[in-house]
């Protein structure tokens, strides 16, 4: 037989009783939660051979993690007493293997459960993974850059291809031991060489990358339509001002296209306006006139 709590432990506050004097003590107990009367076992394997160093880990059916084990070096493990009765979710991973998939379990009181749970061998378990942030020369991540990844002296066709997230981070796993060269891509920036780094086996290395700005980075365009009633104007001439100290000085003028679409490019910061016009040339007939 074994002596289990009806209700819990629970303390009154200090007091101090005066010589002579009666003291009234009130303790309101809370009721002992129902024992978790369950043992769940079992062994992670794959083929014939048992995994130590597994981690099985029970979920609820809403999959929320609850608690988790190591297998021993026989592959076993064990939950006593650590469960209320009901459903679970069961799961277990290693090192170098796949997850498992996951396996609704029902445990019930005084009832003992074994499960077995197999692995599958990781085929890309010994390949390798690089990783890092692309920034500008100030430090900044920069987000949406293209990272390739080559394999060493062959600078054909990249062996990976990633883009960097709002933080500016990449991340390319599944690489096969060896050489590679990196190199990234955003417009408007320069990057000054390729960063070569050697992949060793299950080896997650990092490398940081960063971009400088070129003058394009710098430097804007203005672009638009020259319309009437709608319609674009073909080749109107358009012109281009700088507005400084309320002046407007003149800095590019070219000819529209003929759907009427102009652009300005390789300008900098600053206040601009643009005008346009067509204009038409006009025969003059001439004749002699006699005048007496």
């Known amino acids: 037989m074994v002596i289990r709590d009806i209700y819990l432990l629970r303390r009154s506050e200090e007091f101090y009783l005066e010589p002579g004097h009666e003291a009234s003590v009130n303790l309101a107990l809370e009721k002992s939660p129902p024992f978790p009367c369950t043992k769940l076992c079992g062994q992670v394997i794959s083929g014939c051979k048992s995994i130590s160093g597994a981690t099985v880990k029970i979920l609820d059916k809403g999959f929320k993690p609850m608690y988790h084990t190591d297998t021993d070096s026989e592959g076993n493990f064990s939950f006593v007493n650590t469960l209320m009765p009901g459903e679970y979710e069961i799961i277990a991973a290693a090192d170098g293997y796949t997850v498992s998939e996951s396996r609704l379990i029902s445990l019930m009181p005084s009832n003992p459960l074994y499960v077995t749970i197999k692995l599958v061998p990781d085929k890309n378990a010994g390949l390798g993974t690089v990783y890092g942030v692309v920034g500008d020369e100030n430090n900044t991540p920069l987000p949406?850059?293209?990272?390739?990844?080559?394999?060493?002296?062959?600078?054909?066709?990249?062996?990976?291809?990633?883009?960097?997230?709002?933080?500016?981070?990449?991340?390319?796993?599944?690489?096969?031991?060896?050489?590679?060269?990196?190199?990234?891509?955003?417009?408007?920036?320069?990057?000054?060489?390729?960063?070569?780094?050697?992949?060793?086996?299950k080896e997650m290395a990092c490398a940081d990358l960063y971009l400088y700005r070129g003058n394009s980075a710098l430097e804007g365009t203005i672009s638009g339509n020259v319309i009437h009633n709608g319609a674009g104007i073909p080749y109107a001439m358009t012109a281009l001002y700088k507005v400084e100290n309320n002046n407007c000085g003149l800095m590019q003028i070219q000819k529209a296209n003929s759907r009427g679409f102009y652009l300005f490019s390789g300008l900098g910061p600053g206040s601009y306006i643009v005008k346009a016009k067509l204009e038409e040339e006009y025969k003059t007939l001439c004749s002699n006139v006699m005048i007496e």
Do not use: C, H, W
């Open 144 to 201: 949406g850059v293209q990272v390739y990844v080559f394999e060493y002296g062959i600078m054909e066709f990249p062996k990976a291809v990633t883009i960097t997230n709002s933080d500016g981070e990449y991340l390319v796993y599944g690489l096969s031991p060896g050489k590679y060269a990196i190199r990234a891509f955003l417009q408007g920036f320069l990057f000054p060489d390729d960063v070569e780094i050697e992949i060793r086996p």
